[in-house]
């Protein structure tokens, strides 16, 4: 099921984005960017590495928790998870990345 991209600008003035599912979950979110043209080239950035599982990188923060980023072919990080308390749910969330990114509308809150 498709999710949508969240664009909106933070309280220190820079844009970003955050990827939901189609249940509404948060599965992933951006860097800042100063611009936002930079932002929305982000997304789709985003919408193009997604189906790629190689484009992941899961790892084990110094805090227990997995997490997942999501990489361009620059091996710039595109996207990060939240916490997840095993690999097999970071893994898992990739998955929900990719499903969510495949069609997904950007709403965008930065107008």
């Known amino acids: 099921m498709a999710g949508k991209f969240e ?7 820079e844009f970003r984005f ?16 100063k611009q936002k043209a930079s932002a929305e080239n982000g997304i789709e950035s985003v919408k193009t590495n997604a189906p790629n599982e ?6 084990e923060g110094k805090n227990g928790k997995w997490y997942f980023n999501l990489k ?4 710039q990080v ?3 998870s939240q ?18 990114a495949d069609g997904a509308k950007v709403d965008d809150q930065a107008i």
């Open 18 to 33: 955050r990827l939901k599912a189609g249940n509404g979950e948060t599965v992933g979110t951006s860097e800042g960017y």
């Open 78 to 80: 595109i996207l990060s």
């Open 83 to 100: 916490g997840y308390a095993s690999e097999a749910g970071a893994r898992e969330g990739t998955g929900a990345v990719a499903r969510a």
């Open 54 to 59: 190689s484009r992941f990188e899961v790892k």
């Open 7 to 13: 664009l909106y600008k933070d309280n220190g003035g």
């Open 72 to 75: 361009a072919a620059n091996g």
